[in-house]
């Protein structure tokens, strides 16, 4: 990764030499110990690496053909650390080379290399780096993102960029594309991504022709951690207090000692000779009949414990290997990580149209996380092979008192459910740059697959009519007498595999006396899909001599095997084909863009991206309304300008062109009843593409390092925005998803990040950063008559909020020994689902989030003592339908409340130490 002076263990510099015009790494910059004939070249990533270096201060020399000489004085070099020093170089235009030297210091360069960083990008785009993410409560990916201007996240895991729902972005991890983890959505679910493995994580607001076309809220890219500079190992051990859960009764289902590991022990899934649905469809003997039943999974006991602490626990282990007499430079990151918690959300009312319910669900969550990277550098080249693999396995159970209106009973429900997700992603990477000119080959190719297990979701309601209170009767009676998907048990599987390659060409060149790059690249996607879900179960055979006995039984005795023996129930399938399907897809791309400077100030990047993507979903059904086969072909213009009103200043505009496509679920009629929120969750095979045409202004100003005010507009025009809509059926609420016919969204974004040594120069006021990042956006939604009985037509779009807000305040004590974190974030009120005429819009209740951290640096910096503080206002989490549509939620009045309930204040503890 990085030109190496020696392999001598004592102190080191290492840092990136870029353009201070364009911010482009450059490569083969030399680098000198002033005074010395000692000397490395930067590599394929503009980086370099001095060794060896005895305690002290330096000066180095930074040399480059066509650039000023610099040189930094003041350097301090401490074994065994190593010190970080990024530079700048400026064009020398037609100056003699010989005669300009320029001279800084070293914190006068560091400031330098930062703005150079800041200013220069191409695009409209926020990030966060590792330093950023260590100084946060963000234990993962989803965490890190709220902190990202313009940024929400949804349940914890999904990403909302500028107000757009989720479904509108996309995500890349170390360059390949990531699929959707979620059987019922087009979502990534970022807290499978642990935060200590990532090294940085940018959001592109704005398109240009190199990026992928499929989002309008966001690209997101994540970068994990690559190369060390030195041998190190790091040990991390943490424990948290939820106020809701932790040291709580805690119930659940039958528990393994696997199930700490992430892993269900098999006990659960469907056995192999369980019959098929053909086997169903033609008949089952009594033999199979006596033999499925008895295979079946029946535990149906509740246990209850205690709810322990949350625990976490990381390691990484770093190598590097430095070959003598040579430049070459071989390096290995390992990182394991573990977590699990134990949570409960307590008394979840749910008040609406037919029901009267209050449950209790307790969840236990297990997280692991590897990740191995390896990269070698030889040259003026690098190859890296990155690879990460995560599991997450979340057993939950639910329990549910109440009154159904319906059915004018009382009622007792009880879901238990496991879901198994995990990812696995391998990338391996080329760089390399040619020739004089170091115009540069990228290459890539990538495997990731997805992995959904949903083994053994069984649910069973109870009935109570409170007319037959004070006789013999006034029990409750396990609804048993028929079958289907609210009381079934669901045994699912989603696999997807993702295969991607793709190469970039850029070429730097002169044009008009200016400094251009012109590059191109193609690339191809291939997806592919199976999901298999069965809904089988036990029916009472109401002929039978005990079967009222039986129906009376409790929950842990009701599929007893005495009942199973007696003839009480026979075994049923309610599975259909379209509960299936295989589906693939391939988009293949190619693009054309140049990087242009005008004079000293101006830059335009601009191109042409071509798309041509194919899906086709085989939904297992003859009918051919159920089935996929689209093909598109999209041509696709960017332009993003940028003019340098000041060194400080930047204004920008740009223009692109996306798209937003189906996710496979979407396009499946396979439905799925979601017990949480009483629905069937059902696809559509007649959605199609979306296309959007985006507009972005903006006016930076970087006072300092660091230090940013900015201010936004932007504007986009969805043609056939994708939506989720209560479809009314009956009594019965089904979401789906429908194609609306035209959407605009405006909005603002500001931002603000500064010291606060403006108001006063104390060291006090120095050492504090106040920083926020606001969001205002308004959307308006045109639908067309087409028969769809929508309530309300005069409506933002489904996932949008109209405003959101970021803000903190840093301070650090005892020269960055201590620091002092606090955080705050509010989403405004959120559209969820579109709605009909019984059942309306669903919408989010605004609620405060405040987080806040203490950080200690002990024995020689090397460990770190951490107390995080996380949700500690604790608002509750609503949900409701907007009846009387005023905008607001009402729970006296005419709204009624589909979900709310208290998620509890985290509180935590953690040790890490590096050596």
């Known amino acids: 990764m990085i030109s190496i002076l020696s392999y001598a263990q004592t102190g080191k510099i290492s840092g990136t030499v870029t353009d201070k015009k364009t911010g482009e790494t450059l490569i083969g910059v030399t680098v000198k110990i002033k005074g010395t004939t000692k000397g490395v070249s930067t590599d394929v990533d503009g980086k370099y690496l001095l060794q060896a270096m005895s305690n002290g201060q330096y000066t180095l020399e930074f040399s480059y053909v066509g650039y000023q000489t610099k040189e930094v004085s003041a350097i301090e070099v401490k074994s065994p650390s190593v010190t970080s020093l990024n530079v700048v170089l400026n064009e020398a235009g037609g100056q003699n080379l010989g005669e300009v030297v320029i001279k800084a210091s070293f914190k006068q360069e560091s400031i330098n290399s930062l703005y150079a960083k800041q200013k220069n990008s191409a695009v409209i785009s926020d990030g966060v780096s590792s330093d950023q993410i260590k100084k946060s409560p963000d234990r993962n990916t989803s965490d890190v993102l709220k902190r990202v201007s313009g940024a929400t996240v949804q349940d914890n895991k999904f990403v909302v960029i500028r107000g757009l729902s989720d479904r509108y972005n996309n995500a890349s991890l170390d360059g390949g594309s990531l699929p959707s983890t979620e059987p019922n959505r087009k979502a990534f679910s970022f807290d499978i991504v642990p935060s200590n493995l990532v090294d940085n994580l940018i959001i592109s607001k704005t398109a240009t022709p190199d990026l992928p076309a499929d989002f309008t809220g966001g690209s997101i890219q994540i970068l994990t951690k690559d190369i060390p500079d030195s041998n190190f190992i790091s040990l991390g051990v943490g424990a948290g207090y939820n106020t809701e859960s932790t040291f709580k009764d805690f119930k659940s289902g039958a528990r393994n000692f696997t199930d700490y590991l992430a892993f269900d022990n098999g006990d659960r899934a469907l056995p192999n000779n369980f019959p098929s649905r053909n086997k169903f469809n033609n008949g089952l003997t009594p033999t199979e009949q006596a033999a499925g039943m008895k295979s079946l999974p029946r535990n149906w006991n509740v246990y209850s414990n205690t709810a322990l602490p949350t625990q976490n626990y990381q390691f990484t282990l770093g190598r590097v290997k430095s070959f003598k007499n040579s430049a070459n430079r071989f390096g290995s990151l390992f990182a394991l990580t573990y977590r699990n918690s134990q949570t409960i959300n307590n008394d979840v009312i749910r008040d609406y149209v037919n029901v009267d319910y209050h449950d209790n669900i307790y969840r236990f969550s297990t997280s692991l996380g590897a990740l191995a990277n390896f990269a070698y550098t030889y040259g003026k080249s690098k190859i890296t092979f990155k690879n990460i693999y995560n599991r997450n396995y979340d ?480 608002k509750r989490i609503t949900q409701y339908y907007d009846r009387d549509l005023n905008k607001k939620f009402d729970s006296t009045t005419t709204d009624e409340t589909i979900s709310s309930y208290k998620p509890g204040g985290n509180y935590s503890l953690s040790f890490s130490y590096t050596f």
């Not at 002169?510 to 199976?530: C, D, E, H, P, V």
């Not at 998803?737 to 500001?750: A, H, L, P, Q, S």
């Open 395 to 874: 057993d939950s159970y639910l329990e549910r008192n109440g009154f159904n209106k319906d059915r004018n009973r009382d009622t007792k429900y009880f879901a238990f459910d496991l879901m198994q997700k995990s990812l696995f992603k391998s990338t391996i990477e080329g760089n390399h740059a040619l020739g004089e000119n170091n115009s540069k080959i990228n290459w890539s190719v990538s495997y990731a697959n997805i992995l959904n297990d949903q083994p053994d979701q069984k649910k069973v309601s109870y009935q109570r009519n409170p007319s037959d209170i004070g006789s013999a009767d006034y029990v409750y009676v396990a609804s048993t007498g028929t079958l289907s998907k609210e009381n079934s048990t669901l045994f699912s599987k989603l696999n997807e595999n993702n295969y991607s390659g793709g190469a970039n060409y850029t070429l730097p060149f002169k044009m008009l006396g200016q400094l251009a790059t012109f590059k191109t690249g193609l690339s191809s996607i291939y997806r592919n899909r199976s999901f298999d879900a069965r809904f089988v179960g036990l029916v009472a055979n109401t002929g039978a001599a005990n079967a009222d006995e039986i129906a009376r039984r409790s929950l842990s005795t009701l599929y007893g095997a005495d009942a199973i023996n007696s003839g009480a129930y026979y075994l049923s399938d309610i599975s259909a084909d379209a509960d299936s399907y295989d589906a693939h897809s391939m988009t293949n791309a190619g693009y054309l863009m140049l990087d242009n400077k005008f004079g000293e100030k101006s830059r335009l990047v601009w191109g042409l991206r071509v798309e041509q993507f194919n899906v086709v979903l085989d939904a297992k059904n003859p009918s051919p309304q159920t089935s996929v086969d689209d093909n598109y072909v999209d041509f696709l213009p960017s332009a993003n300008y940028t003019y340098s009103l000041t060194p400080k200043v930047n204004l920008r505009a740009s223009y692109y062109r996306t798209l937003a496509r189906p996710e496979f679920r979407e396009l499946s009629s396979t439905s799925i009843y979601d017990y949480e929120l009483l629905s069937l969750q059902q696809g559509n095979p007649n959605l199609k593409e979306s296309k959007i045409d985006n507009g972005d202004i903006r006016f930076e100003f970087y006072p300092q390092a660091g230090q940013v005010i900015s201010v936004s507009g932007f504007y986009k025009k969805f043609h056939n925005a994708i939506e989720s809509y209560n479809q009314d059926s009956g009594s019965s609420r089904i979401v789906t998803y429908i194609n609306t016919d035209e959407v605009n969204v405006y909005g603002v974004e500001f931002e603000f990040r500064k010291s606060l040594d403006f108001i006063s120069k104390t060291d006090f006021l120095k050492n504090t950063t106040f920083y926020t990042n606001l969001s205002f956006i308004k959307s308006k939604v045109k639908v067309a008559n087409s028969g769809i009985n929508l309530l309300n037509t005069d409506r933002p779009m489904v996932g949008q909020a109209p405003y959101i807000i970021n803000a903190g305040l840093q301070h650090s004590f005892l020269d960055d020994k201590l620091s002092f974190n606090a955080l705050y974030n509010r989403v405004g009120r959120r559209l969820i689902v579109a709605g009909g005429a019984l059942f309306p819009e669903i919408w989010d209740v605004p609620r405060d989030v405040l987080d806040l951290q203490l950080a200690l640096k002990v024995i020689k910096n090397k460990g770190e003592i951490k107390f995080n503080a996380g949700d500690i206002l604790n």
